[in-house]
């Protein structure tokens, strides 16, 4: 897949997710087989960035792969700041998102709120592909709620205004993330527009992807929660699209080895304090599901020092034997 000068080796993104995807996360499933993963969200109003998470987002010149760079607003001249700021701090790629559903983005008529606003759609993406070098891409849903699924226009919009690619979420907004994610509107997307299609949602096996990409045509696949705990997915993935067999899952020597990476790298991006913090989720979702592991999540997250959490796994995995 081909994104202006950029060449994916693997049609395998990682999707933008707030407070999941920052560099520890995108560098690991990189590592583990994806072809590209997004930023997490950032606003494009100034005024919110002036806070320690946010710089650390901002940061991309020492990342890497192909850094993409997702930003978030409704303001077209604050987008096109945005946009700008961001590739002079490292980003090569710039994502728009109008596919998230959270109700704090969507009152401020950001996010997925502007798939009702076609005329603002196509002022957005055209500012911001005007204010940039680098390629502009473009995340959204099928549309605003099931009665109202016009995610072709706004693809055409897209395509219209210069968008090099677009990732297409099989939801409404309304929709949340309930229910089951329907391909058949991404599959109209891909045959009404010739730049390059993503697709997203509920993509969650191997099995999955390569129907998925057989359906919809799609010229990627976008994976989100799914790989939440579980990074190896993308490597799952791709061996599954190039062989037709599927892997054993890790062995548990392995897993083991990951989660103690992935968390001190978390300690050693953010700081033992914060790092402490942020890496409870991380260890509850590779631990979700795992009888034994609930106790021990429950105890983990009470831990505050980052060293006490690195030698609480150690133990938990020498317990397993």
């Known amino acids: 897949m081909q994104i202006g000068p950029h060449t994916l080796d693997t049609p395998l993104i990682v999707a933008p997710m707030a407070g999941v995807t920052d560099r520890p996360f995108r560098e690991l499933c990189l590592r583990l087989g994806a072809g590209m993963a997004v930023s997490e969200m950032l606003l494009a109003n100034p005024d919110v960035w002036d806070s320690q998470k946010t710089r650390m987002r901002m940061d991309h010149a020492a990342e890497g792969g192909i850094r993409s760079v997702q ?3 409704a303001d077209p001249e604050m987008m096109a700041y945005a946009a700008r700021y961001n590739v002079e701090h490292g980003a090569q ?8 559903p959270a109700k704090k983005v969507n ?25 940039v070098e680098v390629p502009v891409t473009l995340k959204i849903r099928t549309g605003w709620d099931p009665d109202n699924r016009n995610g072709v ?36 997307i891909k045959q009404a527009v010739s730049i390059p299609v993503v ?3 509920d993509i969650n096996s191997p099995e999955k992807a390569r129907y998925v990409l057989d359906y919809t045509g799609a010229d990627a696949v976008m994976i989100g929660r799914a790989a ?27 897993v083991r080895a990951l989660m103690l990476e992935h968390v001190a790298n978390l300690h050693r991006f953010y700081g033992d304090y914060l790092g402490a913090r942020i890496a409870r989720k991380h260890v509850g979702w590779y631990l979700d599901g795992d009888e034994t592991g609930r106790e021990f999540r429950r105890r983990f997250n009470g831990l505050e020092c980052a060293t006490a959490q690195l030698e609480a796994l150690e133990a938990y995995f020498d317990g397993l034997g």
């Open 199 to 201: 697709a997203n949602g």
């Open 107 to 131: 009152k401020k008529l950001a996010g997925s709120a502007l798939l009702r606003d076609p005329v603002q759609v196509r002022a957005i993406c055209r500012a911001v592909v005007d204010a």
């Open 93 to 100: 790629i710039v994502d728009i998102n109008m596919g998230c």
């Open 153 to 188: 226009e706004i693809a055409r919009i897209a395509e219209d205004c210069g968008i090099k690619a677009l990732a297409v979420h099989g939801r409404t907004r309304a929709c949340l993330y309930k229910g089951e994610a329907e391909y058949d509107t991404i599959r109209a």
């Open 71 to 73: 930003i978030a607003g």
């Open 228 to 254: 939440q705990g579980r990074p190896w997915i993308f490597r799952e993935i791709r061996h599954y699209l190039a062989t037709g067999t599927l892997l054993p899952p890790p062995p548990r020597d392995e």
